[in-house]
């Protein structure tokens, strides 16, 4: 497919669609999932459907399979490849869907159960969740759901509806799911912009290990938890994003959009971004590398008895940023980070004119702030002038404003 799907005002590039996962359950309203599917699709999403064992009951995977031409799954245990379905589709969809979303789905959901291919799929993701409720009034307005819905809300689940009106049974009352053209406007809502389909985003994150001797390194306390969430959010807002991460704990999200390239040293880093490096690329350096190295890294462990162990000579790293932005051509843009610990915005100002920044996130960094999954604050300045203000968030909002900066700078210089 190569042709441009174009729906209440969203852009996407076929084949570069979010990938959304719908999850039907047993419910009369089933039947018009099948029309959720279809204006999915229309709208540029790439669908994948999962059936609760209830759903089976009212519509068969034929139809979808043959709506989205993708496998339907229903049950949990099993492989696909040598793959774990659940786990790769959790990690791979940028949005699950739930509709008809039954009371039975609710409550198993709000328990964490695990018991379907759909549920299972949902307790593995870190995706957003819609659910669209449909049942009987008194189902809905029972206590028991209620507080299932209050938990899931609580959690981060996005409710639709369910509106009022005829419910299957003839009777008439709250509990009727909401037309399909309005959850699927919602689920466009939810995925956000994807301004960044169609661009080639490089991501340096992490800090970098310097060796010293075979056991020891000159580091720094940054855990990439920043880049990460900007690399991950970059995908999500359909870029082609490579991530070069220096060592760290943090596991990023798989995404189709998204490649990961694990490194250890200021060097390795450099050699890993240039590959990745285009002329029109988005950089966004992230990365808290270390100025200096080891001048030599000893072959053996280095021995407290040895002369030369209170005396450490070093040699100064690449800068990997300002090297990155010298091979940028006119279409590309170069996104600094600055972490101070006095006079923010003073050094974020001179970095970002030393390095040939066109914008540069200032945050004020201390023994226990600004590392790790925190909330944290930040400013853009950019170079013209213009600065904003954003925090203290955690640092998923904060990717998103980043994001949102830099499609702004990049709005303004090409027009
Ligand atoms: C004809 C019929 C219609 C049903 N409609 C609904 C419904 O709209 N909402 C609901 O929560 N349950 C409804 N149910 C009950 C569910 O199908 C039942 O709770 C089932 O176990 C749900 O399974 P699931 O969680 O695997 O989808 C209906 C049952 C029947 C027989």
Known sequence: MDFLAVER???????MGPRVLLGVSGSIAAYKAVEIARLLQKGGAEVEVCLTRGALAFVTPLTFEAITRAPVRTEVLGTDGGEIAHVEQAHAVDLILVAPASANVLARLAAGFADDA?????????APLLLAPAMETGMWENPATTDNVARLVARGAQILGPGEGALASGRSGRG?????????????????????????VLVTAGPTWEPLDPVRILSNRSTGAMGIEIAAAAARRGGQVNLVLGPTHLVPPSHPGLKVVRVETALQMLAAAEAALRKNSVVIGTAAVSDFRPAAARPQKLKRSDPAAAQLALAENPDVLATLGTKLGEGGLLVGFAAETEDVEAHALGKLKKKGCHLIIANQVGSAQGFGPGETKVVALDDVGGRAAFGPASKTKVAQFVLDQVARVGKQRSG
Do not use: K
């Open 176 to 200: 009727r799911m909401l037309e399909p053209a309005e959850i699927v406007e919602q689920v466009f809502g939810a995925l956000g912009p994807r301004d960044f389909a169609g661009r080639e």
């Open 118 to 126: 759909l549920t299972a799929t949902i307790l593995a993701t870190r």
């Open 9 to 15: 005002g969203l852009v996407y590039l076929a084949n």
